[in-house]
């Protein structure tokens, strides 16, 4: 088996919790570099502060995952393909439509793998979720994605900065689940995006979608403001009669009330497991679905403003 060296540009939040240990389990990689601005260290490892300097002192790199903010992916990312290397995008993969478009006609012209991960969608419930509806029709859909920025996101200013996605970067993880499960496509019909008067990113969105068969029923909330439990789910019903509610950000799926599917999440090892395949394959995965969806709600949405947010 050949073993990919990797290097991880942004060493954040999701770069400790997941991408360091799962690439440390995974026998198809080996950590060969990292760039941190702030120069964070990673034991056994080389550091350097700009990914120009990695590639220059280390030109076996064959691959990187890019872990910054969204919004300085795609000229990250540019770099990484004209330095020859392979890349993984964290999610949301850019800020714009067009910069993901730019993206994959570069990785294509240069002959290199390009991914975009989504990580809700490696869940055996998704994959369940899919493959039970395929073919049906879906007359209601509820997404409810609540939850507690103060707890998830401490001191991102980033995340409510103008291309930060605000309260869609987790939302976005709700609309890639739908966006692979659906039996046909997701239209943003309408939107309301509540923005905090000292933000440029919204705390709360509130979208109705429809289809080429169903114009009404369909939506969803997503709101930051949601302290106490929790809410990642997903509620659907097919014409059919079918009841769908996958819960837990997708880890458990329920159909007509019953328990059907439930995992432990291991989402990061599947995503670096499909990266191992695409590039033993020469492929690259690119779903610009989810990221659509927001910029969609971004173009037909109102804007109203709510009180300051402070951290
Ligand atoms: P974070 O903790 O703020 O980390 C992002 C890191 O990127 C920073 O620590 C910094 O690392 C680097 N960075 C910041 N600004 C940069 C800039 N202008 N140019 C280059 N690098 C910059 O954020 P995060 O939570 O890890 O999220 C990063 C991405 O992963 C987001 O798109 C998010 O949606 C996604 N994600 C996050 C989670 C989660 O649970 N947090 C889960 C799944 C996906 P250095 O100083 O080391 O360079």
Known sequence: ???????????????????????????????????????????GVPTFRTPAQMYEAVPELDAVAICT?????????????????HVMLEKPPTATVSELDDLTRDAAARGRVLFTTWHSQYNAAVIHARRLLEGETVKRLMITWKE??????PGQKWIWTA???????????????????????LFVAAADLTFPSNCDAPIAASL?????????????????????????????????????????????????????????PHEYEDIYD????????????????????????????RHLTTEPFHD
């Open 1 to 43: 088996m050949a073993i990919t060296k990797i290097g991880i540009i942004g060493l954040g939040k999701i770069t400790e919790d997941q991408h360091l240990p799962v690439i440390a389990r995974n026998p198809a990689f080996e950590l060969a570099a990292v760039t941190s601005q702030r120069g964070v260290k990673v034991e």
């Open 208 to 264: 109705r979608f429809r289809t080429a068969k169903t114009a009404e029923g369909l939506g969803a909330e997503f709101d930051w403001r949601q302290t106490g439990p929790q809410t990642w789910e997903i509620e659907i019903e097919t014409a059919a009669g079918a009841q769908l509610k996958l819960a837990n950000g997708g880890g458990r799926l329920e159909v007509n009330g019953v328990l059907d599917v439930e995992r432990t």
């Open 274 to 301: 499909r990266f191992a395949e695409l590039l033993r394959d020469g492929r690259s995965l690119v779903d610009a679905a989810p990221l659509r969806l927001v910029a969609d709600a971004f173009m037909v949405g």
């Open 148 to 153: 507690d920025v103060r707890r998830w996101h």
């Open 163 to 185: 291309g930060g996605f605000g309260v869609f970067d987790p939302g976005i993880n709700a609309l890639s689940i739908v966006t692979e499960i659906m039996p046909e496509p």
């Open 69 to 85: 903010p969204p919004q300085v992916r795609h000229a990250i990312a540019r770099e990484a393909l004209a330095a020859g290397k």
